[in-house]
């Protein structure tokens, strides 16, 4: 948080294994704000009366249902349920970060879509980082499932958190990358679903954690992160300039973000006049999401903070598996930018 804001304390322990909080509460000592702790992840966002209104379905929902009782609870919320919407979400994404660490993986011959998608792309778009960060940790922001956390802390010597929004795929982030055990419903199709439950391999114990937080609103100190990951990440926020501006807040100088960004919109989500392209291809930039991203990351009066643009730029193809008959396909961007 910023300066006058960032004393927290855990203030309530009601299960903790270890130095590992599992539910509590943490207190702002400066306000008296109240935050709680629920399956080891802190919900540090602005709003948390909103923010547990809002996604009371996920934060209670019950993950220890065995497989032939979730399969007739499927069945009896039917197709467009908030149950049906939750499985196949995280049947996509964990799918994607987790499969190939499943025993029982076996895609056809003729199928060319693996999972293991976010791991390639982060490869890829890491490939762009300077050699000579800062000291600090990493930020995954938008870490979904948990794989991108797993590798960033393969890839180096520094602490990650991951970070999302999502109460779901936080959880099942945790219990990948701490616990290091995968447990979630696979979607073959339509409401038919495989229990799926293996072992993943555990990140070393006090390299990696993951906290719900809002990315409008990071609850960091200035200067805090040495490199920010967002994977996909861009086009998943309300207001895409704004949180590049926050981005730009927590990274130290010297220090460097790494986007890949499939500009795939959604007006549910981000206002029109929000979209990074997509839109006004009257205009100077033609609609080009790609032109006015660089341009956000470049000097001038378009300038999202003090980030500033490295040279390289990559293609990364990236997929969204549905079901066992069907995927979304992407060419997703990569960009890399360097605080001053």
């Not at 060319?112 to 050699?131: E, F, K, Y």
């Not at 070393?204 to 805090?224: K, N, V």
């Not at 205009?283 to 341009?295: N, R, T």
Request: charged share 25%.
């Amino acid at each position: 948080m910023r300066e006058e804001t960032i004393r927290l304390e855990v203030a309530t322990v009601e299960e903790q294994q270890s130095d590992d909080v599992i539910s509590g509460i943490i207190r702002c000592g400066n306000c008296g704000a109240e935050y709680p702790v629920i399956d080891g992840l802190p919900i540090l966002v602005p709003d948390v009366r909103r923010y547990i209104q809002d996604n009371l379905f996920y934060l209670l929902a019950r993950t220890d249902l065995p497989p032939a009782v979730e399969s007739l609870i499927g069945d009896a919320a039917g197709p467009g349920s908030m149950f049906d919407s939750a499985r196949q979400h995280l049947s996509s994404y964990v799918w994607d970060h987790w499969g190939e660490f499943d025993p029982d993986e076996c895609p056809p011959e003729n199928v060319t879509v693996r999972p293991g998608a976010i791991a390639r792309a982060l490869r890829s778009v890491m490939a762009m980082a300077a050699d000579d960060l800062p000291q600090g940790p990493v930020l995954d922001i938008g870490c979904g499932a948990g794989r991108s956390v797993r590798e960033l802390v393969a890839g180096g010597g520094r602490m990650v958190l991951g970070i999302d929004l999502g109460a779901s795929l936080a959880r099942t982030a945790r219990r990948a990358v701490i616990g290091g055990q995968v447990d979630y419903g696979r979607r073959r199709i339509g409401l038919t679903y495989d229990r799926r439950r293996f072992n993943v391999p555990q990140t070393p114990a006090g390299r990696a954690d993951i906290w719900i937080c809002d990315i409008s609103c990071l609850p960091f100190a200035d200067e805090t992160f040495a490199l920010t990951v967002g994977m996909n990440v861009l086009d998943c926020l309300g207001d895409p300039r704004g949180g590049l501006i926050e981005m730009d807040r927590v990274i130290a100088k010297g220090g460097e973000l790494l986007l890949t960004v499939p500009f795939d919109w959604s007006p549910a989500v981000t206002p029109v006049e929000g979209w990074i392209g997509g839109h006004s291809q009257r205009g100077p930039h033609q609609g080009s999401g790609e032109a006015i991203l660089d341009h956000l990351l470049t000097d001038g009066p378009m300038a999202a903070g003090t980030l500033r643009r490295k040279s390289s730029t990559t293609e990364i193809p990236w997929h969204v598996r549905l079901h066992e008959r069907s995927c979304m396909n992407y060419q997703t961007y990569g960009i890399a930018a360097r605080r001053g």
